[in-house]
Structure formats: C-alpha cells, structure tokens
C-alpha cells in the first residue's frame, strides 16, 4: 500500500490518498482496539494505531490549521473530525485483514526486507520528538510493527495481481483539451457555429458575448463522456471546432485545443493500470474478508479528540515508508 510513486500502490477503503487524523486522551497500550472476532487474532495496539492516528493528524493540521477538525463536510452533519477517524478504522480493519490474507497465503518477508524495515523503524523512531513519542506512546518495536504489517499489505497486493495484464493503450487513455459551448436550441448553438467559423469570431469571445456559462478549457478522457460527445469531439483535431451536435438534451458545439494531452494521458494510464490492479485484488480480498470479520473496540475511539495533542509534529510515517521502500519489493 503506497501513497505516491509507483503502479504498486494498495488500494484500500481510504487508501492513505484520504486525509487521515486523531488524537488520544489516555492511551493505555492494551491490545484490544482491532481484534478478529471469527479468528480470535490478536490486533493493533493503542500505541501503535496511534502511530497512524499521530501522523496523519498532524499532516492534515499542517495543511488546513485546528479550525479543520469542527468543519461539517456533509448535509448529515458530519465534522472533519469524525470523518477522519471513520477512515482511519476503515484502514486498519483492512491492513488487519490484509494481513491475515498474507499469513494464508504464506507470504513472508526476507532477510533483506527485514533489515531495511528496521532501518526504517530505527530512523522514523529517531525522528520522532519526545512530544511525538508522549502522545502516541509508541516503542520503536511498535513503529517496526506498523511498518512491517503495511509491507506485508503491499506484497499480498503484488503476489495476487502479478499476472493481471496491466497495459494500458494510448488510445484507452488519452485525454485532450477542449472548450465547449453548450445551448438548449439546435438553432442557437448553428447561430453560434457560424459565428466562429464562417464569420471568423474567436470561441472564446464569441462565449463571453454570447453570455454562455463558463466553458473554461476542461481535460476530456476517453470513457467520461457519452458516446455521442467522444464521436464528436475526439474526432477532432487541434484547434479544430466541431459541428453542431446533439448530447441528451443539449446541443453543443466543441473546439479542440489539444488533441492529445501526453502528460495527462501517461497519468491516466497509470490510474487505469491501478484500478485493473485493484479490481483484480478486491475479488480475492472481499471474499476472504467477508469470512474474516474485524471488529473494532469503540472504547479506544470514543477517547480520540483531534483537538489534543498539540506539541505533537510527526507526520511523515507513510511518507518515509514511501521513500525507503518504493521499488524494493
């Protein structure tokens, strides 16, 4: 499970790409917060679910200051705050699980593996302030085990797509820019064609007079639009303008601006490539974790305020992960 990087990245219910955040007041290291029920299998520790609770809290602080933590994000009425702690249960349930899967499958680390996790443990430990350290009350074992369970995550995900065909074409992915106008009538989006074609009117201009809504350039990629769009547009060359056309029940008229965005393109191939890979992982892994249920112990989460812990900085745990261990397995 990476965060950036490569095409080895773990897809999970929040997959590290969510903001993820908490805060404890009174952790007491019993380990009894993530515990399979049907398997009897000892989970995380306080401690060491603080470690992740720690880190993203802070990363997320960093960006949007502590006024984030009571800010509603939904009609429901949900704040930040729970939102975040939602998503970092969802996380460890499924790193949990992951790693039961892994022990299934017999996956193991090697002796190579071992020693950079140590080396990894040993460095993100050192780099952690006494203040980080109070707050979570993480050992430098505890950092090793969150490292070495999220490891093994990212080598089951490996083992069980490698043979998945990954290749994604050009074609499949390509992305180009247009601008677009968009009319209720078939006769005023005609009106608008000949104006910046047989009167030679700039498309941009000819929007803005027209008192058209925004039609800012907008990446398109192959599949996000309805057939009828894609015909008409991808068909188009740079700076050409189409012809009159009909979407459901508006008519447009589209200009291409760049008929191939290359690095828009390599983007979503890698995206693409990603969610084959991912689909191909939650066949086996929704079926494994439907007879392997992991329950978490409200107990530990009823005590988090993201609030707290205000002398804590830590936010790199995934971050150092990354820059260790990409490309390594």
Partial sequence: MRRAGTGKRMLLA??????????????NGKISSIVSESMGTEGFSDAQMMLIVASERNRCQKIYTDQIWDTVVDDAGTTFQTYLLEEIQKFLKELKVMNLLADERQISLSAREKEELNAL???????????????TGATRDDVYTMYEAYHR????????????????SDSEARVITVCEASFLQESEAQAFFNRVT????????????SNLEGTAEKSV???????????????????QISPVFQDGERWYVVKCVNDYDENATLDRKQKMALERKNQAFRQIYDS??????????GSFWEKLSLKDGTES???DFFEQYRQAMDGEN
């Avoid at 069980?160 to 994604?168: G, K, P």
């Avoid at 047989?198 to 007079?209: L, W, Y």
């Fill in 121 to 135: 443990a040993d460095s993100y430990y050192e780099s952690m302030s006494d203040a980080d350290r109070a707050y």
């Fill in 288 to 297: 494994f974790a439907e007879d392997h249920q992991v329950e978490s112990n």
């Fill in 14 to 27: 929040m997959a590290v790409a969510v903001m993820l955040a908490g805060s404890v007041s009174g952790c």
């Fill in 198 to 209: 047989e009167d030679g009117v700039d498309f941009s201009t000819a929007v803005k007079e």
């Fill in 153 to 168: 995550a990212n080598r089951l995900v490996d083992a069980l797509t490698q043979n998945v065909n990954l290749e994604v």
């Fill in 313 to 315: 900085q830590t936010d």
């Fill in 221 to 239: 990629g192959r599949g996000e639009r309805s057939k009828s769009y894609e015909d008409a547009v991808f068909a188009l060359e740079s700076g």
